[in-house]
């Protein structure tokens, strides 16, 4: 089930109710590629010559490196090449801004490859080239390395304790009002803060308090990283890589191996799947060094193994949320300590998470408190709306908990506490053209909301918030001599966005959606934009796509008016063709197939380019409700009906914004049932496969029902707010508040798996 | 550098032969669902791979003195699809078709479950509570053996070298019998069982229970044959204290280590639940047979 | 180096022949010999189902199967699901209902989806379901894959009428 609620009249400037191709559901351009096998992905591409690139990874979890010997390795037959650390040029402490997040770049080349200390399990020593993957295989059996194996740390708190080991010796804990002398694994302490927070607690009726936990969760791509490199002998370069940002690879490539970047050509490959995981680099600098060394390409390709042990999670937590309200449930206080695992590295989502804790709720005094924590374990990426779930998880459940005490309707106590137009939201901007009301309104009015429960069945509401954002993006627009187009994006098309550039520019240039091709171009065939993530994509590459057909229209009127003999302002451009609005001059109109074949004679070559710097990218909110059964013997939970509301501003196809909200629903029931990072006491994860990483399967689920409130963003042509990461958000809390109500209990601990729910009922 | 080695020989003697002249490194390979994924993640080493599937007697369901018959290569898929042996063994069918997904399903078997020898295997309580004996090939010839005999440590056998697991025998179905087979998973697929329990039952004309055998699995080393909780069920209709009686030897015969998969408390508790939950469904099929 | 060894099978009704070591899976021989990129390599263990191949008409995750097994044997992949330039009808329905998004379990899925048909033309939402919990997907939550199979067998039904 599926509906769209839509306002009388939208504020989007090109959306004047007319609309013949945004807001339907054409089939997608890649589709057949991707329902027959053709679509080629990142593993896909074989080249002649073609060498196995493979990677030594630290079995400890922290240990100082103190020799790596490759000589018998090297003198393997078919070994083509080996690096270690010691073949990447040392980078500065600084920070680099690549689309959703800032990465320290010489982190990130530690990351790519360890030099002095191994910092996680799975940690890459060493790689090599060869001919074959058993010769690879061998020549990493071959490597001896020497470890001093050093004392190792996993769990938030125990990081961030005065005695634990201490991952990096020249890290002190920032955001502190004097400078530390001593290192520490607190990389980061982040602060936001309103009004008093004593006054406001002073001042509430009932106080509620609670400690809340969460596991580290992996994005869960289906498929693992992988990449074709070459480095030719003059130091050109080809990447062919699946990533969800050919330029972000383009870009770390060139930093972390020191080159030009114009001399580093990425290829996009199609991208089975990134949610965040795919907005760095792991392998591409290692497939180009290999290939630098042995002159020969070099492909590279995860395991699924290495996959779970090497590429980022998401962060473990440990949380408090402490809120104080009026009997009437007006929230006066508010005070959230949010302690995330970053693994490696600095750099968890922390700071996300503290500017969403509260972003659905307007409280005059509140502090959010925000620790930035190193351990050993896989260094965290992006994983959609980053750190939103996890801060939402407390403070939902705690709101749940608030609603129980006050007796109040649980979308009630929200709706009473709710941001509106014009209040500063908690991370500081003021909020504009939000649809959070009528999204509350939509689930309190849904059917499933009052639907009948029965015995060990529970109903839990949770809201989420994502910031979406915008960025630099480019788009092109070519017009064949025939007058069908192509739109030219630099933006890897994860979820079906190629269908919604092609609608949107077929829309403003009145083609029929099939006219129009769009393609997601390399690194030299388009100008840069930033990668996909942040829910930006539509957003803003939707705005450059618009632009440069828009721009195509002017330029298709001013040579109309050239051919008719008019001047400009008497030519209208109508569903695809050009209009003489003076009848009287009897003109015959000129289709964009006409004007093309006639391009010669009106300026020559049709087509436009349009880069641009998107601001303005609509806030998302989702409300969902969830209902579940748990079986109170085995403590076993069964999703019985899930309802998500989002005000997804104008969805340019439905069915893939509508997609986009079902898959975050099910990865974030996911993270709330069973999915976790389990490691022994050596600091080595159990469960580094799917078989007991256990995503959801396909039985798990039930449909998926999706209400899309359309409360259109006026900054982008059509309306379209970003759409993909609010999702995400609420599951987490709405699984544990309908566990809550199934069982009478208060789970605190994610994931809710089986014994932890047996044995809370056990506890009485 | 290491080699794999394949042969795949069309009778049972010359897969024992092979087997004995591969050495510790030598495999049987039937489903491959556990062998392939073993050696792949470098846990065994490449040896000799013998493959089964070409063994006629290897492959297929026959019916033999009343008995079942089951080729050590004959994939689970096929088990369901057999309409007599579903409708006298439904336990022992419904456990092997719980193994992995239904691609899972077009390749693994029951006697590669068993030969695996995991703790956790779903078939073999179920085959374990159903009396099930295997046929062993070896150098030394022929012989038959309980199934139970077979797992003697997580991932170890019985097996002496050259042997391998030729058929399965289940036996002769007696009147007003059925088995069950529950097992508990954080999922509703593709987990490995956190507890298995196998109940097998047969009541006389007034529904007394007069014969019972229960076989825990995931909760010890190897399946355990719960005889207390068998005996709890006899002389019983299944009213709720045999039940009470049989929740209670059910979890005092489990043994389990807490992993990651779940806690010992959590599994020895579950061993309790799904005993009584096995029990009630094995009851209400034998009523309904003949 | 290895021993190869040459294996003829007849794959999406043609035959070939391959040279092949006798570790290698058959998703690796489909891929890495034949060319045949469309089953995808995901977790290498059996627990994603986007190898999913049939081999002698059963549905099979080509990870989990020897390339030398393939000897004499039928596999149909990805591949072989469109006739000439026709597509199946479940390739039809996963398009119409937006089905996929990052593509990449989508071959895997519909050739589990095409043998559930071949035993089930008219399968529940449940069965459907149970049926296809072998393929993950991490991206569209199931629903509109569950619904664009139903709609295909109904639709197959009713060619079939």
Same mark, same amino acid.
């Given at each position: ?12 400037? *090109? ?38 690139? +493979? ?181 050109? &370069?080809?990447?062919? @890589? ?83 309200? +009026? ?32 972003? &659905? ?74 649809? %959070? ?41 070519? $017009? ?16 079906? @966005? ?27 065939? $388009? ?35 050239? *051919? ?10 109508? %569903? ?49 409700? &969830? ?28 069915? %893939? ?19 976790? %990072? ?53 599951? *987490? ?9 199934? $069982? ?11 014994? +932890? ?8 | ?225 719960? =005889? ?10 299944? =009213? ?6 049989? =929740? ?43 | ?31 890495? /010999? ?90 529940? /939402?449940? /069965? ?26 109904? /639709? ?6």
């Amino acid at each position: 089930m599926s509906d769209v609620l839509e306002r009388p009249a939208s504020s989007a400037p *090109l959306d004047d109710g007319r609309l013949k191709i945004v807001g339907t559901r054409p089939i997608r351009p890649d589709g057949v590629d991707k329902v027959t096998g053709r679509a080629l992905y990142g593993a896909d591409l074989a080249m002649p010559g073609m060498l196995v690139g +493979k990677v030594l990874r630290s079995p400890h979890p922290h240990a100082r490196i103190v020799s790596i010997d490759t000589r018998k390795a090297r003198a393997l037959p078919g070994v083509k090449a080996i690096i270690t650390g010691a073949d990447f040029p040392e980078l500065a402490d600084e920070e680099y801004e690549a689309g959703e997040s800032a990465s320290n770049l010489r982190d990130l080349a530690l990351n790519v490859m360890a030099r002095d200390k191994a910092l996680y399990n799975g940690h890459a020593l060493a790689a090599v080239a060869a001919t074959s993957s058993a010769v690879a295989d061998e020549a990493l059996s071959l490597i001896e390395v020497v470890y001093e194996v050093l004392p190792h740390v996993v769990a938030v708190e125990a990081a961030m304790a005065d005695d634990a080991p201490v991952l990096h010796d020249k890290l002190f804990t920032g955001g502190l009002k004097e400078k530390p002398t001593k290192a520490s694994n607190i990389a980061k302490r982040n602060e936001i803060k309103r009004g008093d927070l004593a006054a406001g607690f002073a001042e509430a009726d009932v106080i509620f308090e609670s400690r809340y936990d969460t596991a580290a969760t992996h994005q869960g791509y289906i498929e693992p990283h992988a990449c074709v490199a070459s480095m030719a002998s003059d130091g050109q &370069c080809q990447v062919w @890589s699946s990533s969800q940002g050919q330029f972000m690879i383009r870009t770390y490539c060139a930093k972390v191996l020191d080159i030009d970047a114009s001399s580093i050509r990425v290829t996009p490959a199609e991208i089975g799947g990134g949610f965040g995981g795919k907005t760095t680099v792991y392998l591409e600098p290692l497939a180009l060094a290999l290939s630098r060394q042995s002159g020969a390409p070099v492909k590279m390709v995860m395991t699924r193994d290495e996959v779970f042990r090497a590429s980022g999670p998401t962060s473990a937590s440990v949380m408090t949320v402490r809120l104080g309200a +009026k009997a009437d449930g007006t929230l006066t206080a508010a005070d959230v300590e949010l302690k995330f695992q970053a693994g490696a590295f600095p750099g968890s989502p922390v700071g996300a998470a503290s500017m969403t804790a509260l972003a &659905c709720y307007d409280i005059p005094n509140f502090s959010i408190v925000g620790y930035d924590v190193v351990t050993n374990t896989p260094k965290v990426a992006a994983y959609r709306a980053p750190g939103a779930p996890i801060s939402a998880f407390g403070v939902e459940s705690a709101m749940d908990d608030l609603a129980l005490t006050l007796g109040m309707d649980p979308i009630a106590l929200r709706e009473k506490n709710a941001v509106h137009d014009g209040t500063k939201a908690s991370y500081g901007p003021t909020f504009r053209n939000i649809g %959070y009301a009528e999204t509350l309104e939509a689930i309190r009015s849904h059917p499933h909301y009052s639907a009948p429960l029965g015995p060990n069945q529970g109903r839990g509401v949770a809201v989420g918030f994502w910031f979406n954002v915008g960025g630099e993006s480019t788009a092109a627009v070519n $017009i064949a001599e025939d007058g069908t187009a192509m739109v030219i994006t630099g933006n890897p098309d994860i979820g079906g @966005s190629r269908a919604s550039m092609a609608m949107m520019a077929a829309e403003v240039l009145g083609l029929p959606i099939e006219k129009v091709r769009p393609i997601v171009a390399d690194t030299a065939s $388009i100008g840069f934009s930033m990668l996909t993530g942040g829910s930006r994509t539509t957003f803003a590459v939707g705005m450059a796509v618009t632009q440069a057909a828009q721009k195509i229209v002017e330029d298709l009127k001013r040579r109309a008016a050239l *051919l008719m003999d008019v001047s400009v302002d008497q030519v209208d451009w109508i %569903y695809g063709a050009a209009v003489c609005t003076d009848v009287s001059k009897g003109k015959a109109d000129l289709s964009l197939a006409d004007l093309a074949a006639k391009s010669g004679q009106t300026g020559g070559p049709i087509g436009s380019q349009i880069s641009l710097n998107a601001q303005g990218a609509g806030p998302g909110f989702g409300v969902h409700v &969830c209902d579940v059964e748990v079986d109170p013997e085995t403590g076993h939970v069964t999703i019985l009906r899930y309802t998500a509301a989002q005000d997804v501003g104008k969805a340019i196809h439905p069915s %893939y914004v509508e997609g986009q909200i079902q898959g975050g629903v099910a990865q974030g029931v996911g993270w709330a049932l069973n999915e976790e %990072y389990v490691f022994d006491t050596g600091g080595v994860m159990e469960n580094a496969g799917f078989l007991d990483y256990r995503v959801p399967v396909a039985s798990d689920l039930p449909m998926i029902d999706t209400v899309m409130v359309e409360v259109a963003n006026p900054r982008h042509p059509f309306g379209a707010k970003g759409v993909g990461e609010v999702p995400i958000v609420p599951p *987490l809390a709405a699984v544990a508040n309908a566990v809550r109500g199934a $069982i009478g209990k208060r789970m605190t601990s994610l994931p809710l798996s089986p014994p +932890k729910i047996r044995a809370a009922i056990d506890a009485g | 550098m290491a080699q794999l080695d394949f042969i795949a020989p069309v009778s049972p003697e010359q897969a024992a032969a092979a087997l004995l002249a591969g050495g510790a490194g030598a495999r049987p390979l039937s489903g491959g669902t556990d062998l392939l994924v073993q050696l792949r993640s470098g846990r065994l080493p490449p040896g000799l791979i013998v493959d089964l599937k070409r063994i006629p007697e290897a492959i297929g369901i026959r019916q033999e003195a009343g008995g079942f018959v089951i080729g050590a290569a004959t994939p689970g898929i096929a088990l369901g699809e057999h309409a007599a042996l579903t409708a006298a063994w439904p336990g022992v069918i419904e456990a092997a078709n719980l193994i992995g997904s239904t691609q899972v399903q077009g390749r693994a078997t029951m006697a590669g479950n068993l030969c695996n020898a995991s703790p956790a295997a779903d078939s073999v309580p179920a085959l374990v509570a159903a009396r099930a004996t295997c046929l062993i090939v070896g150098p030394a010839g022929r012989r038959t053996a309980p199934v139970e005999s077979i797992a003697v440590a997580p991932g170890r056998t019985s097996l002496a070298p050259g042997e391998f697991v030729l058929e399965i025998h289940l036996p002769a179905r007696s009147a007003r019998s059925a088995d069950a087979y529950l097992r508990s998973i954080p999922r509703t697929e593709m987990d490995i069982a956190v507890v298995g329990v196998g109940v097998n039952l047969t009541l006389d004309a007034d529904g007394v229970i007069t014969d019972a055998r229960v076989a825990l699995g995931a909760v010890g080393p190897t399946v355990i044959v719960a =005889d207390a909780a068998a005996e709890a069920l006899i002389g019983s209709k299944l =009213d709720d204290a045999a039940l009470a009686r049989l =929740d209670t030897a059910a979890r005092a015969a489990a043994t389990p280590i807490s992993d990651k998969r779940g806690t010992a408390d959590y599994r020895t508790k579950i061993a309790g639940v799904l005993a009584r939950r096995a029990a009630t469904i094995a009851y209400a099929r034998a009523e309904k047979t003949a | 180096m290895s021993k190869r060894t040459q294996v003829s099978a007849v794959v999406n009704g043609d035959p070939v022949d391959f040279l092949t070591d006798p570790g290698a899976t058959l998703l690796d021989a489909l891929r890495d /010999e034949l060319g045949l990129t469309g089953s995808k390599e995901g977790c290498g263990s059996g627990d994603c189902g986007a190898c999913s191949v049939i081999l002698d008409g059963r549905l099979v995750c080509s990870c989990l199967v020897l390339a030398v097994e393939a000897e004499g044997r039928r596999v149909e992949t990805i591949e072989g699901m469109a006739e000439g330039g026709r597509l199946h009808i479940l390739q039809q329905k996963f398009l119409e209902h937006a089905a996929l998004q990052c593509g990449f379990c989508t071959p895997g899925i519909l050739v589990a989806a095409k043998a559930l048909l071949e035993v089930n033309p008219d399968p529940t /939402e449940s /069965e459907t379901r149970y049926w296809l919990a072998g393929n993950l997907c991490r991206c569209t939550g199931y629903d509109k894959i569950i619904r664009a199979v139903m709609d295909a067998a109904a /639709e197959l039904r009713q060619v079939r009428v």
